[in-house]
T-cell receptor
């Protein structure tokens, strides 16, 4: 199993450009999440999904959109990139069952720089 | 709302010595607590979790953590540190009945030196 994969690994954007980050998981997890990681701030939840066709806002959703058309994929979009969105983005997934304790499994990350 | 505090930005330990990485939490109800590790340029890896039961939880790579309800703490420990343990460690909390979202601490950089 590949686990959680993310594409691309690196990207440089100019202010105002758009892009989509792709997350895929092969563990049949119901839940998927997008986080951003910034120095000294830990991980902050951007958006999440509890199942195919559903999405919800997290802690820092502004400037981002998401879609979950297939259970295994979760897309994060930036419509008009801003320098404040320079960050490392992580995707994660988890089972819905409460007996598992809700641990999340993370992808390797995408390093995005907006100039 | 729940929160997690990791009071030390960095912890330095000599190889072979015991290590402790501190975590305290604030949550309504009983918490689910987690530790994750992040190696350079990698994603987070799950180390261990506390859900219920025994307050001492054992996890991957020889790590363990002790849940202390009265002190609202969940410190990560290892009896004998290795240079390869050097990494960024995150504590996270999910309240019981609080849905699927985790709240992460800001992370503690562990440096193990020869």
């Amino acid at each position: 199993n590949a686990g959680v994969t993310q594409t691309p690994k690196f990207r440089v954007l100019k202010t105002g450009q758009s892009m989509t980050l792709l997350c895929a998981q092969d563990m049949n997890h119901e839940y998927m999440y997008w986080y951003r990681q910034d120095p000294g701030m830990g991980l902050r939840l951007i958006h999440y999904s509890v199942g195919e066709g559903t999405t919800a806002k997290g802690e820092v959703p502004d400037g981002y959109n998401v879609s979950r058309l297939k259970k295994q994929n979760f897309l994060l979009g930036l419509e008009s990139a801003a320098p404040s969105q320079t960050s490392v983005y992580f995707c994660a997934s988890s089972f819905r069952q409460t007996t598992t304790g809700w641990e999340q499994y993370f992808g390797p990350g995408t390093r995005l720089t907006v100039t | 709302a729940q929160s997690v505090a990791q009071p030390e930005d960095q912890v330095n330990v000599a190889e072979g010595n015991p290590l402790t990485v501190k975590c305290t939490y604030s949550v309504s109800g009983n918490p689910y607590l987690f530790w994750y590790v992040q190696y350079p340029n990698r994603g987070l890896q799950f180390l261990l979790k506390y859900i219920t039961g025994d307050n001492l939880v054992k996890g991957s790579y020889g790590f363990e953590a002790e849940f202390n309800k009265s002190q609202t703490s969940f410190h990560l420990k290892k009896p004998s540190a290795l240079v390869s343990d050097s990494a960024l460690y995150f504590c996270a909390v999910r309240p019981t009945g609080g849905g699927n979202k985790l709240t992460f601490g800001t992370g503690t950089q562990l440096k193990v030196e020869l």
